[in-house]
């Protein structure tokens, strides 16, 4: 019983860095109308960014957490232009082909640079025990990390004006262009937080988790499901949903081997993209 | 009927051209270099083209045609391994079993529209990927070796890969004439219409979720069964090969590189980019990035040649939209 408890308050853990890692593709997707399709590309980049800085430079892991978000944003102001400012208002087919060819092309280099050999990130926490379960100061960490970066978004879109035109552009771009908002600024800065939350989010799971140069696709998948489960365009939805998702990757697996879980998450798609096409925790249209 | 109608037109009779000159050619003094980068180019043209059903028909973007290729392959080379079926059964219902799978799950994933569908397309890579690496009769990820005895019936090693050849070049030209056999008749005009606008389509009384399920099943036929060629000529199976994102991508590149929605335009895209591929897979330099070209191809492609090549044959040369579907 305790087994399973433990089992869960640590799918809450994970969860909130995988809630972390949605926001980033349900914020850009709100906003333009765009997915995202490099956005596993970009975890994975946070990864590396994390391996090369703790063991190449030698830096404390947590120490990697601001040239990554800054790395990340520059990057996706980059994307924007490359791929994606050209794609805005038309058919979102075309920009899904497009952001698709810009991920074949990183994990192409990727692969040529890296290979797809295992990496990992040695961090040491001390966790927290709780009876003859022990808690991993890594989960924890990353965890508190993930709700303070999750909090400073919910503040910089609702207080700052840059976070207000965000909100108006992704409510109504030509009315934003009306009053005079920069749009096409708007939208480059947009794509760039997002790729940078994608970048942390990569960075904070790599503490967790040892991984590959195509590790992305898989949380690319978690992050279309906690989309979907949080309401599109919906960054504080992205969060619950994340918690969801944790929860029940906790839940289940002492009960799958771990192969099954991402198809038991992809089923949780399809049906609730079926039966709630709005999204699960989505109130109303908009909620940006 | 339809059969009738399209005889009568010149299209029907260059695509008998393009496959005459594709089982020919290589028997020109027993070449056996060009049958294997012919090989290559009728797959390529096979899986394109039937991709194209999807993308450039009814404007649905697959990501997962692999899937189809793959089951394929893992179908039939189980049924030759375990059961010694022969070759020709086991394709057949390799073809048949993805057709009647790719039905079912078309009736659920197909409710989701654009975007979404083509999200849920890249989830099934995936659950099918881990389905087969759990899956023990097919070897789980270690895969399925054939014997080297299994080419016997069919002559030989040697013999084989001819015969192999040719029922590749069969399900080209089946694809070819499908491709243009779908745009004639009223389905395909239900599904240009659901590409065009899915709204109105239903409105104006297109069965929109039954032709999106039907086309997505019938775009895996042929696909499934030059999965099974592939890997029977292969004589092994695994998972990463079976679902491989470089062909998933690399008919995607085909498809947009042609023109979607062309039978000409796809066929000529596919063959284009075997050559090209031959190309930099021999040269040094570029054997590594092979997909980083493939994604710098496409990208241009959808950022400035939106018709693809078939878009610029048709606007520089009008007449040829009459005789070139």
Redesign the interface.
Known sequence: MLGILASIIDGVLVGLVYGLAAMGLTLIWGVMDV?NLTHGTMIVAGMFGLYLLANALGLPPYMALPPVLVGGFFVGVLLYW??IH?MVGRP???S???T??????????G??VWGTALFNVEVSVPGISMGRYTFPGAHIVAAVLAAVIAGSLYLFLQHTRMGKAVRAVANNREAAELVGIPTTRVLAITVGCGVALAGVSGMLIGTLFPFTILSG??Y??KG?VVTVLGGFGNPVGALLGGVALGLLEGAVTPFV?V??T??IE??L??LV??AFPGGFFASRRGAL | MLLLRLMRRPFFWIIALAIAVFAIAPTIGNNVQLRESLLLAALYITLASNLNLMLGYAGYINFGSIVFFGLGGYICVWLVNSYSWPLGWSLLAAGVCVSALALFFGLGILRLRGAFFALSTIGIVEAVQAFTENFTPWGGSSGIYLPGSIFAPLGGAGHALWVIYFIMVAVMGASLYLSYAIKSSKFGLGLLAIGQNEDAAAILGVPTPLYKALVYSVSAFLPAIAGGLYFFKSAFIQPSDAFDLTLSTESLVVAMLGGQGTVTGVALGAYLYEELRGYLLTSSTFANFQLVISGALLLLIVLFFPGGLMGFIYSRFPRTQKVLE
């Open positions: 997915i490359v791929a050209r979102p087919l075309m899904l082909l497009s698709f060819s810009v991920n074949l092309m990183l994990v192409g280099v692969t040529a696709d898989g690319q998948l279309f081997p192969s099954w991402l198809v992809f089923v798609f399809v993209l079926i």
